[in-house]
């Protein structure tokens, strides 16, 4: 079974400042997707980013970007200049065809200002 | 485009009785999953259905049942309700299941009480 892992259970980072959320996965899938999730206190789960797992090319939304690693399968999300209105659990998440999403246990980001 | 709607956002229930949570997806999503968040267990899948029919399922038991009708909105029913159900419920839909189009969209979710 498909398993996602996220190390960090807690983060915290300066406003404008850049923080790196880790996760890795398990699977033998070949085709998959992966998707960092953001819940705030709101409790909505917005999705921040996503990427291809045939693609090569790192996945990039505005401030947020990932560093994919396939053959380590590691995914890791960079939050560049953060803001308050960060601060949140972040989920990782995979998916392949056919499959339900599979989340981390989630990262909870703290943003000082 | 309207977002994921679920209702109710907030339900309190006794032990024992059941409850039923809706979910309309985004318009033209065939997909729908439902997702259980507590602090403990954090999010664990319940079930996925595309085009009214369940197409994968978590490891819950038999109390948790769900249904997709034709316009792809979603039901999930929870008989003999538990203490331990009480959870966050997630609704979230797709256009497909896996693939291009699979990045999932969630509503803001039934908050479920069971006293």
């Known amino acids: 079974a498909q398993t996602v892992t996220q190390s960090q259970p807690e983060m915290s980072v300066q406003e404008a400042e850049t923080v790196t959320l880790s996760c890795t996965y398990d699977?033998?899938?070949?085709?998959?997707?992966l998707f960092w999730y953001k819940q705030p206190p709101s409790r909505q789960m917005i999705l921040v980013i996503r990427q291809e797992a045939y693609k090569q090319q790192n996945a990039t939304e505005n401030r947020f970007s990932v560093n994919f690693q396939k053959a380590a399968k590691s995914f890791s999300l960079k939050i560049s200049d953060s803001q308050l209105g960060d601060a949140a659990m972040y989920f990782c998440a995979y998916r392949s065809a056919g499959k339900a999403l599979v989340f981390g246990k989630g990262t909870k980001l703290t943003v000082n200002p | 485009k309207a977002g994921v709607t679920q209702t109710p956002r907030y339900l309190i229930k006794t032990r024992g009785q059941q409850v039923t949570l809706s979910c309309s997806p985004i318009?033209?999503?065939?997909?729908v999953s439902w997702y259980q968040q507590t602090p403990g267990q954090g999010l664990q899948f319940l079930f996925e259905y595309f085009s009214e029919t369940q197409r994968n399922k978590g490891n819950f038991p038999g109390r948790f049942s769900g249904r997709q009708f034709s316009n792809s909105r979603s039901e999930m029913n929870v008989s003999t309700l538990e203490l331990g159900d009480s959870a966050l419920y997630l609704c979230?839909?797709?256009?497909?299941?896996?693939?291009?189009?699979?990045?999932?969209?969630f509503g803001q979710g039934t908050r479920l009480t069971v006293v």
């Open positions: 979230a839909s797709s256009l497909v299941v896996g693939g291009q189009g699979a990045e999932a969209f």
């Open positions: 318009s033209g999503h065939r997909s």
């Open positions: 699977t033998s899938e070949s085709d998959y997707y």
